[in-house]
């Protein structure tokens, strides 16, 4: 399966609701970015295809949208899975969090098992992640040229800027990837942190 995540940039918020329209007529699920995103747009748009082929069909008519005059720019990323889980895939409502990395120092490439197979771990031990989902980005624009993306699903926003945030297994075991300090670095310290209601669960 192939996804692909918008993080779209408006430059004329009136337009939004066009945007949005846009987006939904080539089968995107659409929704406002929430308060509190770093770097994650005004806009969360997300497409599944089955096949890269089929994302290429539709790459022109997406493209079109996110060059118009109303958009500033967009963060987007074509991904394959690697693989995801679903706790709860019927969950209504909830809040989906989508994180843009790039996983690109030098020493990357060598530790980069270690580095899927941890984030992967994260529901395990943070139950507080009900969805989720891991891609590596075949195909990507805006302010990186971006590696992963890491989705999750969560029944609150509390879940997400709580039990995740501030789990020992996120500070003590996953930040150390993300920090310039620590020798395991291997993420650019741009990212794309992003998380809306789409009403429905897009991950389960």
Known sequence: ?????????????????????ELQELGAAVAPVMEGAFNGGDLAARLTFA????????????????????????????????????????????????????????????????FESELLLMPRYIPAIRN?????????????????VWEQEYEDLGGL?????????HWAQIDRWFDPECPDWIVDTRLCHSFAQFGRSLLG
Do not use: F
């Open 51 to 114: 096949s890269e082929a089929d994302w290429r069909a539709s790459k022109d008519a997406v493209d079109a949208v996110l060059v118009g005059p109303a958009v500033a720019r967009a963060d987007t990323a074509l991904s394959r899975d690697v693989a995801g889980g679903a706790a709860n895939p019927g969950m209504a409502g909830g809040v989906w969090r989508g994180l843009l990395l790039a996983a690109n120092k030098p020493q990357a490439g060598e530790r980069m098992d270690q």
């Open 132 to 148: 989720w989902r891991l891609g590596r980005v075949i195909a990507a624009t805006g302010e990186a040229n971006w590696t992963h």
């Open 1 to 21: 399966m192939y996804s692909l995540v918008c993080l779209v940039h408006l430059s004329d918020v009136a337009a939004e609701t066009t945007v949005r329209a």
């Open 161 to 169: 800027l709580g039990p995740y945030m501030l789990h020992p297994y």
